[in-house]
């Protein structure tokens, strides 16, 4: 059995309160099949997608990818997002030897479009390939779009030590306005296992003795769900 309490971490930070809160059904003894079940006949799109992540995080890649294949969508963002955790199943199964051609012009081309579900397939382009999107977001104010610009411009993250060994990682936004931003850190299973919030000219402290040793992506985005910055955060033992 795989008490829910043990999965609280990596996986209910961001669904304990669309699965565990509203479901009769769910409890502290749940088994590895049964809490998938569960979130498999959730109506969100973003826990019914999650279900495959539980398995590419026990390495069942073969039920990942059967998994992925049954989930329904119900728009070209959440086809891309499926199609994106498919190529990332298939860079892990086979040992991360890179992958083709024609499935990083698929990632790029879908980081490009719209939609928030689309920075997933930014992310693991990021992590396959290491290449970056810079993507334009529209502004319907051209004065909005200015103050945007400047912003990015004047803006310093960092993120230190990295590496890390059983110590703490200090998160820092420097800027000239007060900003708050929400931050999350992702194991690559593309399991999310920290989510939170920091405020610009303040520093952010996480505890990295919580992480196992391996390589995290750190993602930051403002408030309108636009991704700012992505990094790797390698924790040693």
Not at 150 to 171: D, G, M
């Amino acid at each position: 059995m795989i008490a829910v309490s043990q999965l609280k971490v990596d996986l209910y930070k961001q669904l304990s309160d669309k699965v565990l809160a509203h479901s009769a059904e769910a409890n502290t003894e749940m088994s590895h099949t049964e809490l998938k079940n569960l979130m498999k006949a959730q109506p969100e799109f973003d826990i019914r997608s999650f279900v495959p992540s539980i398995s590419i995080r026990y390495s069942e890649y073969d039920v990942a990818i059967a998994e992925l294949n049954a989930i329904v969508t119900s728009s070209q963002e959440e086809s891309n997002y499926i199609e994106a955790q498919k190529i990332y199943v298939d860079f892990l199964s086979n040992g991360r030897t890179e992958v083709s051609p024609s499935q990083l012009q698929f990632l790029r081309n879908a980081g490009f479009q719209e939609g928030r579900l689309n920075a997933y397939p930014r992310t693991i382009l990021y992590l396959i390939a290491g290449e970056r999107l810079e993507r334009t977001v529209p502004f319907a104010d051209p004065s909005l779009e200015e103050r945007s610009r400047k912003a990015a411009l004047n803006r310093t993250i960092s993120c230190y030590p990295n590496p890390v060994q059983q110590s703490s990682i200090y998160l820092v936004i420097e800027e000239n306005e007060n900003t708050s931003y929400d931050f999350k850190l992702s194991d690559m299973s593309g399991s999310i296992i920290y989510i939170g919030q920091l405020e610009s000219n303040k520093v952010k402290v996480i505890d990295s003795a919580e992480l196992s040793s391996g390589i995290y992506i750190l993602t930051i985005s403002d408030k309108e769900e636009n991704i700012i910055h992505l990094d790797k955060i390698v924790v040693t033992e």
